[in-house]
């Protein structure tokens, strides 16, 4: 019973590096998202995608951008790694569709990521 | 004024004691409410759904308050493992599919 996958958990990069962090669940959650969490501060949205086929932007998304692979798999890449980039990357997927969203969002275990 | 607000704490109480947490939300408009729970360095997890009712889970209830834009978040005969990070989480009516998370309200329960 996997739920949502982050790959990798830890990673190091250096200024200027690019990467992408994957994401992948098994739940047939037609809506998935991808947040950073600093110390002391929310979990921010970066981007989401409403259904496969669909992206948009969140509260932060300089720096980044996405891909809904298909309905599983929703991807976050680094372009250009910046020190500001260090953080926790969260990926969440719920079921959607709903207006307001009324289901809760489940979340990967995390990608520690940290950039000199 | 941020989104949604918390009292960060630490709150510090022994075993066994009960406790509140209150969380304020700016958009009078939001309609979802939830309570999840982060223990360190993991991922959020579903704590509860906040009804406009009232509803309890075993030792938490929760409650929303409309009027005052609060929710809170009651433990009873706390245990040690409920010592944990509490994030309250809202929706933003600006979008079907977005949350806003608050920074969370740690709780240290002691022997």
């Not at chain 1, 951008?65 to 309905?71: D, E, G």
């Not at chain 2, 806003?100 to 022997?111: A, H």
Request: aromatic share 10%.
């Amino acid at each position: 019973n996997a739920g949502v996958t982050q790959t990798p958990k830890f990673q190091v990069l250096k200024t200027g590096q690019s990467m992408t962090l994957q994401c992948a669940q098994d739940m047939n959650h037609n809506s998935m998202y991808w947040y950073r969490q600093d110390p002391g501060m929310g979990l921010r949205l970066i981007y989401y995608s409403a259904s496969e086929g669909t992206t948009d932007k969140g509260e932060v998304p300089n720096g980044y951008n996405v891909s809904r692979l298909n309905k599983r798999e929703f991807s976050l890449r680094l372009e250009s790694a910046a020190p500001s980039q260090t953080s926790v990357y969260f990926c969440a997927s719920s079921e959607g569709g709903a207006h307001p969203p009324r289901e809760p969002q489940h979340f990967g275990d995390g990608t520690r990521l940290s950039i000199l | 004024r941020k989104e949604v607000e918390q009292d960060p704490g630490p709150f510090n109480v022994p075993e066994g004691a009960t406790v509140a947490f209150n969380c304020t939300y700016s958009n009078s408009a939001s309609q979802s409410f939830f309570w999840y729970r982060q223990d360190c360095r993991k991922e959020p997890k579903l704590l509860m759904s906040v009804y406009s009712s009232g509803n309890e889970d075993g030792r938490f209830t929760a409650q929303l308050n409309r009027a005052s834009q609060y929710i809170s978040l009651l433990i009873r005969d706390s245990k040690l493992s409920d010592s944990a990070t509490y994030l309250c989480v809202v929706n933003r009516m600006d979008s079907s599919y977005k949350l806003i998370f608050g920074s969370g309200t740690r709780l240290l329960v002691r022997p």
